[in-house]
T-cell receptor, first 113, second 119 residues
């Protein structure tokens, strides 16, 4: 069965610092998608970044980038120049061939002023 | 960006009552999903719907739950005889941007969620 593990329940950094959230997953599939979602206090689910497994290049979206290590089944999220608005829950998710999302438990990120 | 619309945003219901959560997915999408997130817990898959039929459901999705697409556009999740433990955020998701099997544009577009409170 596919699983997603986020080992950091909570992280806290100062504004403008860089922070990395870890995520590992387990699957026997070779082609899949990985996502990071942000969930602010409103509890809306907002897509931060996605990575196609067949692409070796790490995805980047402005201040957000990933370190995708397919062999190690690792998919970490790096947030550069962190801002107060980045404070939220962050969920790592795996999408399999049936397009269903498998979710990690989430990491609560707190950006301190 | 394509939008998935969910209504209501917040529903308060008495235990034992039936609730219907509504979702308007992205047009031309064939796959629809419902997820649930109990406060403070991880997101859980409930059910997937493809070509007007349930394609997969989790253990959570028991006889208390049903989904349908009554008019070809709205996608509903019905919870019969609600229980206190049904209190959660319910998300509708509509993945894919085309009907093809390529994943070039795959993304799970989420609605803003319905917060269900059972009292």
């Amino acid at each position: 069965a596919q699983t997603v593990t986020q080992s950091q329940p909570e992280m806290s950094v100062q504004e403008a610092e860089t922070v990395t959230l870890s995520c590992t997953y387990d699957t026997s599939e070779s082609n899949y998608y990985l996502f990071w979602y942000k969930q602010p206090p409103s509890r809306q689910m907002i897509l931060v970044i996605r990575q196609e497994a067949y692409k070796q290049q790490n995805a980047t979206e402005n201040r957000f980038s990933v370190n995708f290590q397919k062999a190690a089944k690792s998919f970490s999220l790096k947030i550069s120049d962190s801002q107060l608005g980045d404070t939220a829950m962050y969920f790592c998710a795996f999408m399999s061939n049936n397009y269903q999302l498998i979710w990690g438990a989430g990491t609560k990120l707190i950006i301190k002023p | 960006e394509p939008e998935v619309t969910q209504t209501p945003s917040h529903q308060v219901t008495q235990m034992g009552q039936e609730v219907i959560l509504r979702c308007v997915p992205i047009s031309n999408h064939l796959y629809f999903y419902w997820y649930r997130q109990i406060l403070g817990q991880k997101v859980e898959f409930l059910v997937s719907f493809y070509n007007n039929e349930i394609s997969e459901k989790s253990e959570i999705f028991d006889d208390q739950f049903s989904v349908e697409r009554p008019d070809g556009s709205n996608f509903t999740l019905k919870i019969r005889s609600t229980k206190l433990e049904d209190s959660a955020m319910y998300f509708c998701a509509s993945p894919l941007t085309s009907t093809g099997l390529t994943k070039t544009d795959t993304e799970a577009f989420f609605g803003q969620g319905t917060r269900l409170t059972v009292v």
